[in-house]
């Protein structure tokens, strides 16, 4: 499937340094160009965590080129690609109040902990483990919908879910 044609995906978090790079890495890898994913954040960290990048190396996802951490204004501007379907993964983002998307998305809340701040700093490995599973998880089931010819509406409510029962 060309990237024209390939179901267009956003995962927003508060900062994009760290759930939502893991779930674009993972959309992209596990969609095989049957989805392009992006991420960004409503107040960007301006960096990727290095625990984030890490812990897709170590699953051997590899990382979207000239991933980086960024605003979601940049897909809300015009010539902006035409999202398809949004997922929020922390509480924070999923309550803001957001930029009218061009597109007009569908939703879903897939609330993650974010691993980003857990301590000890020992801890905060395993923490990003925990996030990569659970977004690894709720990806492939996202991915087994026939994306290609469901109703939108049908699309989102399965999305959502698929959160639910993956908890």
């Known amino acids: 499937m060309s990237d024209a044609r390939a ?8 900062g ?3 759930r939502s790079i893991l779930g674009e890495a993972l959309f992209n890898y596990l ?8 991420s960004a954040g409503s107040q960007p960290a301006g960096k ?3 625990l984030a990048l890490e812990t897709l190396e170590r699953h ?17 501007a015009p010539g902006a690609p035409a999202i398809d379907y ?4 922390c509480a924070s983002a999923a309550g803001e109040t957001c ?3 061009p597109g007009h998305p569908s939703t879903a809340h897939w609330g993650i902990a974010d691993p980003a ?10 923490a990003f483990e925990v996030a990569f599973t659970a977004l690894e998880k709720r990806i492939k089931a996202f991915l087994a919908l026939d994306l290609e010819s469901m109703p939108r509406m049908e699309v989102i409510a399965a999305a959502r879910l698929i959160h639910e029962t993956s908890r």
Do not use: M, Q
């Open 7 to 14: 179901v267009k995906v956003l995962i927003l978090c508060t």
């Open 48 to 50: 990727v965590n290095p």
């Open 117 to 126: 701040h857990v301590e000890p700093v020992e801890a905060r490995r395993a």
């Open 31 to 38: 969609g095989k160009g049957r989805v392009c994913a992006f």
């Open 99 to 101: 930029p009218i998307w």
């Open 16 to 18: 994009n340094s760290a």
């Open 86 to 89: 949004i997922f929020t993964v």
């Open 60 to 76: 051997g996802v590899p990382l979207p080129s000239g991933v980086r951490s960024k605003s979601w204004d940049e897909f809300a």
